[in-house]
């Protein structure tokens, strides 16, 4: 409402009638009742004065609880009959169109949510989660509605798991400010063909997507390659040296069956030697002084870390030498990773240059997994996709302090 439209004021005690119960709960502690001032409203449509066409029921409105208490607005709304629009409910500035909750409710919602399961903050507000998953999900995409995407050059896209099983969530990050840009259904192409039409909704153009970090998935790059046309796909460290960790154990696997001391050793072959502990490092050194093939593998993908620190014009080169030596290494999991890498060679050497990795993605899908165990997982991918958004989005959502 605008102020040369009519004000609400708060009835005098005298005025007050008896508190109702709402859905069958005991009686409010805490109500505050809004009574119009006799004037001309705004039209919700376009903030034109209008006159007074008729009066809605009263309606209820929850409030941050005050001395412990559960507060609540009361008010009849007017329905104003503008000249252009015709009736129209006027709106309200507390309160979201038919929310049942004041702004700053709903923003003490979306904070706790951070931080805690929605379930224990439907404790703490006394309210059902379903309730507020609605408050969540209702502010989240109405902040999307507003994003600009227009100077989206660099993004990232990678898959987090939404249940156990191949249920999988795909998000899409902006490289630049880190911030979620789409969160969607599935793990194929056509998830990138849904990032494409929402980067154009929100201004965005996919010609101007020069470059993408991602694992080596056929339906990403293929759906890359279809939509957004002129970007430059890079292979990150991270996903190269696990899809080599993983040649390195099916090696010791294999080799464990004839030797037993390499029971139980996985993860001292898939750590860095900097990385392991004072009573893990012992055993490597003992285990490389026998001709083991474990030992082989191990070596080549210590060697192959060292890809990253070669300057520009030296990165090519020492990746032909690595790549000579893991398929001539008479180890097939490693013959096999190689022949991976030699597929997304020029990913990988673009990689290395640019610098572009998936690691601020990683570290997203770290806090919505550990989100995901707190609250024992999401009745819905919907809800998944909202908590995507609230952590990562960068979004501009209500806060306390600023309303």
């Given at each position: 409402m605008v102020a040369e439209c009519g004000t609400l004021d708060t009835e005098r005690p005298?005025?007050?009638?008896?508190?109702?119960?709402?859905?069958g709960a005991s009686p409010l502690l805490g109500d505050l009742y809004l009574a119009p001032k006799p004037a001309a409203f705004a039209c919700v449509e376009c903030s034109r004065p209008s006159?007074?066409?008729?009066?809605?029921?009263?309606?209820?409105?929850?409030?941050?609880d005050c001395m412990e208490d559960r507060t609540y607005l009361h008010a009849k709304l007017p329905r104003v009959n503008c000249p252009e629009h015709g009736v129209r409910t006027i709106a309200v500035p507390w309160a979201n169109t038919k929310s049942k909750f004041t702004h700053h409710f709903e923003a003490f919602i979306l904070a706790m949510a951070k931080d805690m399961p929605v379930n224990a903050v439907a404790k703490i507000a006394r309210e059902h989660d379903t309730m507020l998953w609605r408050i969540i999900r209702r502010n989240v995409y109405n902040a999307r509605k507003t994003l600009d995407m227009r100077h989206v050059s660099s993004i990232g896209l990678d898959e987090t798991a939404a249940r156990r099983g191949h249920d999988y969530v795909t998000v899409f990050m902006d490289m630049k400010t880190r911030s979620v840009l789409y969160a969607t259904d599935g793990l194929d192409q056509n998830t990138v063909a849904e990032f494409a039409r929402d980067l154009q909704e929100h201004g965005g153009d996919p010609a101007a997507v020069t470059a993408a970090a991602m694992d080596m998935s056929p339906a990403f790059i293929a759906g890359v390659e279809a939509h957004l046309v002129n970007d430059q796909i890079s292979f990150d460290r991270f996903h190269v040296a696990k899809a080599v960790g993983e040649a390195v154990d099916q090696v010791r696997r294999e080799e464990q069956k004839v030797d037993s001391d390499l029971k139980r050793t996985?993860?001292?072959w898939l750590k860095n030697r900097a990385n392991l502990s004072e009573n893990q490092r012992d055993r490597p050194e003992v285990l490389l002084q026998k001709p083991l093939k474990t030992a082989r593998a191990y070596a080549m993908r210590e060697s192959l870390q060292g890809l990253w620190e070669q300057p520009q014009e030296l990165t090519e080169p020492y990746l032909r030498r690595w790549y000579f030596w893991a398929t001539h290494s008479r180890l097939k999991p490693l013959i096999d990773v190689a022949r991976t890498i030699?597929?997304?060679?020029?990913g990988i050497l673009r990689a290395v240059t640019s610098r572009l990795t998936t690691g601020?993605?990683?570290?997203?899908?770290?806090?919505?997994?550990a989100a995901k165990a707190k609250a024992?997982?999401?009745r819905s991918k919907s809800n998944l996709n909202a908590m995507i958004y609230l952590l990562g989005g960068g979004l501009d959502l209500p806060a306390l302090h600023t309303i």
């Open positions: 005298e005025q007050r009638r008896p508190t109702p119960k709402l859905n006159p007074v066409h008729d009066w809605r029921k009263e309606r209820v409105w929850r409030h941050l996985r993860y001292l030699h597929r997304h060679w020029d601020p993605l990683e570290g997203l899908n770290s806090l919505i997994q024992r997982g999401y």
